[in-house]
């Protein structure tokens, strides 16, 4: 039932804001090394649900600040950037426009907070694999991360040896 409101909320920002945000991380391909992945992954997805959840883990390692402005992935229809946001005792989802990286911040996109929601999973996201999404950043502009896919209650990454050792 929750994931239903999301949805309905989803489509009233529409496409047309999906191509905007596209745009301006396709303009902006520069300086691509400033921000580092630290982690990312995803929570296995729930039965026949055709949603998912992506969280990172951002550094930026540059003098500028930075901003995610929205995903992308083969594997969905769409991806955008979440919150959870407490209304009285009921815990909603709603979109935010982009989720800000200054300088020397870390970002980390988790349970209970900001999250990346996957919308039209062609197939389910399932405990183990793992499946490339675009980050589209607006100064560095679109980064590919490996995305492994946790437990569906996973609170975390659970192979964060693994994804560290991939950086060196
Ligand atoms: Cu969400």
Redesign the pocket.
């Known amino acids: 039932m929750r994931e239903m409101s999301?949805v309905v909320i989803a489509r009233r920002v529409g496409a047309g804001l999906l191509f905007m945000l596209f745009a301006a991380a396709a303009s902006a391909q520069a300086a691509g090394e400033a921000i580092e992945v630290e982690s990312a992954w995803a929570r296995a997805s729930a039965g026949a649900g055709r949603t998912g959840?992506v969280y990172v883990r951002l550094v930026n390692r540059g003098g500028t600040a930075d901003a995610l402005l929205g995903a992308e992935t083969a594997r969905a229809e769409r991806a955008?950037l979440?919150e959870h946001r407490h209304e009285g005792e009921v815990m909603k989802?709603r979109p935010v426009p982009r989720i800000e990286i200054p300088p020397g911040a870390t970002i980390e996109l988790k349970p209970g907070h900001r999250?990346i929601?996957l919308f039209g999973l062609a197939k389910p996201l399932d405990e183990g694999e793992s499946f490339v999404v675009t980050l589209l950043l607006e100064s560095a502009g679109a980064l590919e991360v490996t995305v492994q896919v946790a437990g569906v209650a996973a609170m975390g990454p659970g192979e964060e040896h693994k994804a560290h050792d991939d950086h060196d």
Do not use: I, S
């Open positions: 999301v959840v955008a979440h989802m999250h929601m």
